[in-house]
């Protein structure tokens, strides 16, 4: 045990306290909604940069394909899953989702097995499992693109940590490659291991001869992206104040009623709804909107890395259980990752300050306030003291899951609508794309379509602009039908279509009074009603629809 504490040793009684209990539960509740975001809330399309992605594992051979740099990234084995999914699911992203989700085990079962060795309280693992599967990461736990890096990279930063503890530099090397290798922000795993290092009071040797590996491991990395990985510049004052509320962008997303009138406004209960706005106004109207405004996120932020600092002075000093050093290790990479983007995208966020609060950035931003929570519980007086502060913490977050799950489902339709519209040859001009780019639909659609993958793999893609024989559908009553003509990003005339149906397919196809299938529409789940898009026009009560058999 003291092999991987590195010095003190945490002993608990077996017996757990009623506020861990509490606790524990909770964090059961927590994982049951990123369960919930991975598997129902998940887009079962490409969307957003799978739509480039897709340009060049089709044109490229294998296995060019996985190492192409994108961005700056080179996700050597992210790529390789999503090559899969693409092969063996049509792109309907559940390889990845269930090689996320075995990623997703292997992380609770070590992470539990670490607190049960090492930690004062089982408060701690309770604490890990909120950070991670609260519904601010949705945009990581509901993207099979973005779950299998997310877990991949907090394996290895973990796994890196106990390699610093036990002082098995190769190990630690070889940690910081893999996370370099599977998505951009493994690079600063390598600062987060010099930090935990210097904990550890490693001799200078072997320090240095880390900061040569981090150092050899960015050269590498430009050297396989062939010079496409992206140079930091240099404006401190301005890096400093975007890191901050980079950091602080968490407080942003779960205080928006306080901070967002609208927000407030569209709060369901009454009391609630005057509270919010009688504190959201007038910070509104000092600060602006939450989302591009500097305050409070760089307050927030600045007393994260103040504490941050603090807490790695007074371990470096007094010791500490191998869980506060973890801790510690992960507050250490949260300032990294984030260092590395400022670095990386300042002319980016002078163009986008909104972007600094985006929320593929939460689960690495949250790492620092999951790193100074675990320190908090660990430093507690007593057990059931540090169970209390996580209780407070998931109380706390616990409202946000709210908004944070309906924008998860936000997005899901978003890509819904998009593929359908792909499917169909029809997309409105108008219809926010949100993060997928027209540019690289457009350009990837025709090796979709030749491959017969993605949405041209639907049995009801298939049969577009046919007359589907009576024996393959079951027709469904439809009602309150709207049919809009659109402008189509595609070029054909088109239009969109909202109606209500009592049908438990996935998609409907739509016909119209010939028979000739036209369009199809998916049911969304905010609207409560059946959305899709069609070929073309059709009056509204000659439409039908109907399930593919």
Known sequence: MSEVSGGATATRPERRSWPEWLALGLAAV????????????????????????????????????????????????????RLLDLHLADGAQWVQLGVGAALAL???????????????????????????????????????????????????????????VRGRVLAVVLCGLLATFTFGSGLASFGAFLIAAWLMQWPWSRWLGLLGSWIGTALLLQWVAGGQADVPLLAPLEQLGDLLRWLGAPFVWVL???????????????????????????????????????????????????ALLWRSYVHRRRSGTGVERLALGLGWYALGVGGLVVALRVTYFRDRPDQLYASR????????????????????????????????????????QVWLGRYALKLQSTAEHTALGVAVGVLDPQFDLVESMWVDIDAVVPLLRAAETSVF???????????????????????????????????????????????????????????????????????????????????????????LR
């Open 30 to 81: 927590y994982l049951a909604a990123g369960c919930w975001a991975m598997w129902d809330a998940s887009p079962k399309v490409l969307y957003a940069d799978p739509w480039r992605f897709a340009i060049g594992w089709l044109e490229r051979p294998f296995p060019d394909n996985v190492v192409v740099p994108d961005n700056g990234h080179v996700e050597i084995w992210p790529s390789l899953v």
């Open 106 to 164: 292997g992380l609770l079962v070590f992470t539990g097995e670490l607190v049960r060795r090492h930690a004062r309280s089982s408060a701690s693992f309770a604490a890990i499992v909120i950070a991670v599967f609260w519904l601010g990461n949705a945009r990581k736990l509901a993207h099979g693109n973005e779950i299998v890096p997310l877990f991949s990279i907090l394996l290895l930063v973990i796994l890196g940590m106990c390699a610093v």
């Open 256 to 306: 928006s009623p306080l901070l967002d009138p609208d927000h407030a406004a569209r709060l369901p209960i009454g009391w609630a709804r005057a509270l919010c706005g009688a504190i959201a106004e007038p910070l509104h109207a000092v600060f602006g909107p939450a989302q591009l405004a500097r305050w409070p996120a760089m307050a927030f932020g600045a007393l994260g890395v103040l």
């Open 361 to 400: 950035y939460l689960p690495w931003s949250m790492l620092l306030w999951l790193g100074l929570l675990l320190v908090a519980v660990e430093r507690a007086r007593t057990r059931a003291r540090g169970a209390w502060i996580v209780v407070a913490a998931g109380l706390l977050l616990l409202p946000s």
């Open 457 to 547: 793999a639907w049995s009801e893609t298939r049969v577009l602009g046919t007359r589907p024989g009576g024996e393959r559908l079951q027709p469904l009553p439809i009602a309150a039908v709207v049919v809009e003509a659109v402008a189509n990003r595609f070029g054909a005339p088109g239009s969109s279509v909202q109606f209500d149906a009592d049908a438990a397919a996935d998609r409907l196809l739509l016909l119209d009074a010939a028979g000739t299938a036209i369009g199809l529409a998916r049911r969304d789940r905010l609207l409560g009603r059946w959305w899709g898009w069609l070929r073309g026009s059709v009056a509204p009560a000659e439409l039908r629809a109907a399930a």
